[in-house]
């Protein structure tokens, strides 16, 4: 019974994307369309991480095994590597889980090594701050519910990684301490 209900949840959740609005437009394709990893559980640790940012997927992985793929969004300018604080762009290159929290802004988080020795020394050369603070976490604290699809569906943070807040709580379970992450234009 509960694979059949799953199997109709996920055909009636990518059937979704491509029904009509009550006014007869056409809904915008979204970044979720086609994607079922969702309800795929995760019973083993993931010790390294592979964000895609171009296709806008971070892929986890146990001993180099794929375990699952999650839809994310980047910052604002997810266009080109972050140099700067403030220049709403995410990290490209090697990182670590350094850090993880449930007392946050954004429910849930896990925070990335960013920035590298070699960050903040190319962003002192130009007398500038490579900025910090760069997580994968949820949605913003009281957001409304109406407001999960846009965060889904677009670039909306300052230059972190972000996913659904089911999505992070499953990713603060498994991921392990120190886990590498590898951040790919």
């Known amino acids: 019974m ?3 209900f799953l199997t109709a949840l ?4 990518g059937l979704n994307a491509f029904a009509q609005a009550e006014d007869g437009e056409e809904i915008e394709d979204n970044r979720r369309s086609n994607y079922f990893e ?3 559980e995760i019973t083993k640790p993931i010790d390294s991480i592979v964000v895609f940012k171009s296709k806008r997927e971070l892929i986890c992985f146990n001993q180099q095994k794929k375990i699952k793929k999650y839809i994310i969004s980047l910052g604002i ?3 080109g590597k972050k140099q700067f ?3 709403l762009k995410t990290p490209e290159g090697l990182y670590f889980i350094n850090n993880r929290d449930t007392i946050s ?3 849930t988080n896990l925070a990335i090594s960013y920035p590298s020795i070699e960050d903040s020394t190319f962003a002192a050369l ?3 701050r490579a900025g ?3 997580k994968i976490h949820g949605f913003p604290n009281k957001h409304l519910k109406n407001q999960e699809q846009h965060f889904l569906n677009t670039d909306w943070t300052v230059g972190c990684i972000a996913v659904s807040d089911m999505e992070v709580d499953e990713l603060y379970k498994v991921v392990v301490e120190n886990c590498p992450i590898l951040i790919l234009p």
């Open 2 to 4: 509960t694979k059949y």
């Open 10 to 13: 996920i055909l009636c959740v």
């Open 38 to 40: 969702t309800y795929i």
């Open 77 to 79: 300018e997810p266009v």
């Open 85 to 87: 604080e403030g220049d």
């Open 105 to 107: 802004s954004y429910h």
């Open 126 to 128: 130009q007398n500038k």
């Open 132 to 134: 910090g603070e760069i």
